[in-house]
């Protein structure tokens, strides 16, 4: 069964750092698009970093420069680094493989996430 | 950034109606769009990518249609466990995806 779960979430004072963890299974994350987001309440879902298959990753204006992902291919593993945080990074964390696929000849490609985890709360308080 | 307006925000409805969800583009976004329900507390699941293409083992009520900035998901035949959130998504500016902002489909 190809699946995702998120680890590592909880309570950290503003200021404070966190780190999640995104075990996948069924797939090799080296060779694969990854993908985290996140929604806060009341907010809708929100791309907050894209990692490429090559390794390039791309974050979102409001957490670049706090949030870093890395993988561990050995334990085919995906983390997300949360550092300086802040009220507004308070939120239900999801990962998800993504998907990169020419659908038609000369296109672009599409893209979409599949399968999701179930999330990892994280509350940012004081 | 690409914003992806969706209504209605949510809506009641009861098992056998056909129920029918939009989002609007900001900008012409050609056939990105997928489609994702959620459940409390479980993960998103992907219905419909490439605006009409049906994930594999998804049932046949869902469809999907539409082009350019506006777009349709409908589900025919409502069944008691598709009560839920739906939520779009535009994959046109890579890596900047961004998601309407929901419906929710509760019983009447």
Not at chain 1, 81 to 108: F, G, H, I, S
Request: one cysteine or more; glycine letters at 8%.
């Amino acid at each position: 069964e190809v699946k995702v779960e998120e680890s590592g979430g909880g309570l950290v004072q503003p200021g404070g750092s966190l780190r999640l963890s995104c075990a996948a299974s069924g797939f090799t994350i080296s060779g694969s698009y990854m993908t985290w987001v996140r929604r806060a309440p009341g907010k809708r879902l929100e791309c907050v970093s894209y990692i490429y298959s090559s390794g390039s990753i791309y974050y979102a204006d409001s957490v670049r420069g706090r949030f870093t992902v890395s993988r561990d291919n050995s334990n085919n593993t995906l983390h997300l680094q949360m550092n300086n945080l802040r009220d507004e990074d308070t939120a239900v964390y999801y990962c998800a493989r993504a998907w990169d696929v020419v659908l038609e000849p000369a296109a672009k490609a599409h893209n979409w996430f599949d399968p999701w985890g179930q999330g990892t709360l994280v509350t940012v308080s004081s | 950034d690409i914003q992806m307006t969706q209504s209605p925000s949510s809506l009641s409805a009861s098992v056998g109606d056909i129920v029918t969800i939009t989002c609007r583009a900001s900008q012409s976004i050609r056939s990105y769009v997928n489609w994702y329900q959620q459940k409390p507390g479980k993960a998103p699941k992907l219905l419909i990518y490439a605006a009409s293409t049906l994930q594999s083992g998804v049932p046949s009520r869902f469809t999907g249609s539409g082009s350019g900035t506006d777009f349709t998901l409908t589900i025919r035949s409502l069944q008691p466990e598709d009560f839920a959130t739906y939520f779009c998504q535009q994959s046109y500016s890579t890596p900047q995806l961004t998601f309407g902002g929901g419906t929710k489909v509760e019983i009447k």
